[in-house]
């Protein structure tokens, strides 16, 4: 099934993207590695080259719409299809300076943290899945891995990390758009959470490794015609919203 597939990862120049670009080229699928930073992408698809794995690099800031028409253009001349896109890149600003009020409360939490981390969490897969799903269409077939969070799940919503928190639920509303918007096609749409991984988002207290995280992204990305659409899994299982 997977001769010839080919996967966009985005944030794939290390932690969860790189350990998803690596397997899904383990499992068959050609993948282009899209990073926002040249050198970075460039020397992690080389990374994956050396050790036999048909990958390439694209540089693009998915936050940028123009860098996404230019990927969509890419990929339309280049090869002529997508079959598999990972919305892994994203960002957590509040990660970065928990000593912060304006991290700890929605009720002081800057706007400006809000709408950037929407920008990077929510708005630029958006783009990618308004960018890609008609290279889907055209070639009847496609899967949708959206990199979500237990801390966007409504069910058990908490306080703290507003910011972080909003975008996320929100990018898990994308997912129940985009997938009732395709319920009668090939393509499948599903919100993953990896859990809590050593990467240089989740820091080296986190209780999981990147390769533990890594597996059930790919796991939806490699989903059989019969499988799940539409919903929120971690490590394969089905979780609430």
């Known amino acids: 099934m997977l001769t010839q597939k080919l996967a966009v990862v985005t944030g794939a120049a290390r932690g969860l993207g790189l350990a998803v670009a690596r397997d899904l080229a383990a499992a068959g699928c050609q993948v282009l590695m899209v990073g926002r930073h040249a050198e970075a992408i460039e020397d992690a698809a080389r990374q994956l080259c050396a050790s036999g794995h048909d990958v390439l690099a694209h540089t693009a800031d998915v936050t940028d719409a123009g860098a996404v028409a230019a990927l969509a253009a890419r990929l339309r001349r280049e090869f002529g299809r997508a079959d598999i896109l990972v919305n892994n890149a994203g960002v957590f600003l509040e990660r970065k300076d928990f000593a912060q009020?304006?991290?700890?409360?929605?009720?002081?939490?800057?706007?400006?943290?809000?709408?950037?981390?929407?920008?990077?969490?929510?708005?630029?897969?958006?783009?990618?899945?308004?960018?890609?799903?008609?290279?889907?269409?055209?070639?009847?077939?496609?899967?949708?891995?959206?990199?979500?969070?237990?801390?966007?799940?409504?069910?058990?919503?908490?306080?703290?990390?507003?910011?972080?928190?909003?975008?996320?639920?929100?990018?898990?509303?994308?997912?129940?758009?985009?997938?009732?918007?395709?319920?009668?096609?090939?393509?499948?749409?599903?919100?993953?959470?990896?859990?809590?991984?050593?990467?240089?988002?989740?820091?080296?207290?986190?209780?999981?490794?990147?390769?533990?995280?890594?597996?059930?992204?790919?796991?939806?990305?490699?989903?059989?015609?019969?499988?799940?659409?539409?919903?929120?899994?971690?490590?394969?299982?089905?979780?609430?919203?």
Do not use: H
Not at 146 to 172: D, E, I
Not at 175 to 186: D, Q, V
Not at 205 to 211: G, I
């Open 101 to 241: 009020p304006q991290a700890a409360s929605v009720l002081v939490v800057d706007p400006e943290w809000a709408a950037a981390a929407y920008a990077g969490n929510a708005l630029a897969p958006l783009r990618l899945i308004q960018a890609i799903v008609p290279l889907m269409r055209e070639n009847a077939w496609g899967r949708i891995v959206n990199v979500s969070s237990t801390m966007g799940q409504l069910s058990t919503m908490g306080g703290s990390w507003p910011a972080y928190r909003m975008s996320k639920a929100a990018l898990n509303a994308l997912t129940r758009l985009t997938a009732a918007e395709l319920e009668n096609s090939p393509i499948k749409v599903n919100s993953v959470c990896p859990g809590w991984c050593r990467t240089a988002m989740g820091g080296q207290d986190a209780t999981r490794s990147v390769d533990e995280g890594a597996k059930g992204i790919v796991w939806a990305a490699l989903l059989p015609d019969d499988g799940p659409s539409g919903g929120f899994f971690r490590d394969g299982q089905a979780i609430d919203w």
